[in-house]
């Protein structure tokens, strides 16, 4: 979409059957769309860590960002503090807090290579790369490890893999 506005109309639009919890625009400013303690349809098919029905055990959050370009810090700042109480009212880990892209290689490439993923791990908003480097030659196990459990090609899981922790492939 090419701004928050747009975003919000169409995830609000029963045709297109998607929605989401929140979405977070480039100034910063969030809007709710689905009270938390409901299902949104912001995942589709994927799997984190051998759980499948995303949508299910979720909570969605869009970024207002076509991918090119880094987030805002405003909108990042909005997102850490979001962040802070979903972890908290819902109990969940920083190893939780994951992109489309991580639970459906291939299929998704959002939040994208400008998202700072280091930046929330600092603050344990996400969880931190793993102690060991990847192995290229054993990429399934490598990334089955990591908390890649979707089915996929090993080159989009790779890729899935570099947009999280880059240095580690």
């Keep these: 979409m090419t701004s928050a506005d747009s975003a919000i109309k169409r995830l609000c639009d029963p045709a297109y059957e998607v929605s989401a919890h929140y979405v977070i625009a480039r100034d910063g400013q969030v809007t709710q769309l689905v009270p938390e303690d409901q299902r949104a349809w912001h995942a589709g098919a994927g799997q984190w860590h051998g759980q499948d ?15 090119t370009h880094p987030f805002p810090e405003p909108q990042m700042l909005a997102l850490e503090t979001l962040l802070v109480g979903v972890l908290d009212r819902w109990d969940i880990s920083p190893e939780g807090v994951i992109g489309h892209s991580d639970m459906a290689p291939g299929r998704k490439v959002d939040p994208g290579l400008h998202f700072d993923w280091t930046r929330l791990a600092h603050q344990n908003l996400a969880a931190v790369a793993p102690a060991n480097n990847i192995d290229p030659a054993n990429i399934a196990a490598s990334g089955n490890a990591a908390g890649y459990t979707a089915t996929c090609d ?3 899981l790779r890729h899935a893999i570099a947009l999280r922790w880059p240095n580690l492939i």
Aim: no cysteine.
């Design 53 to 67: 029905d995303i949508n299910s055990r979720s909570i969605g959050i869009e970024l207002d960002n076509t991918g």
């Design 154 to 156: 090993p080159t989009d």
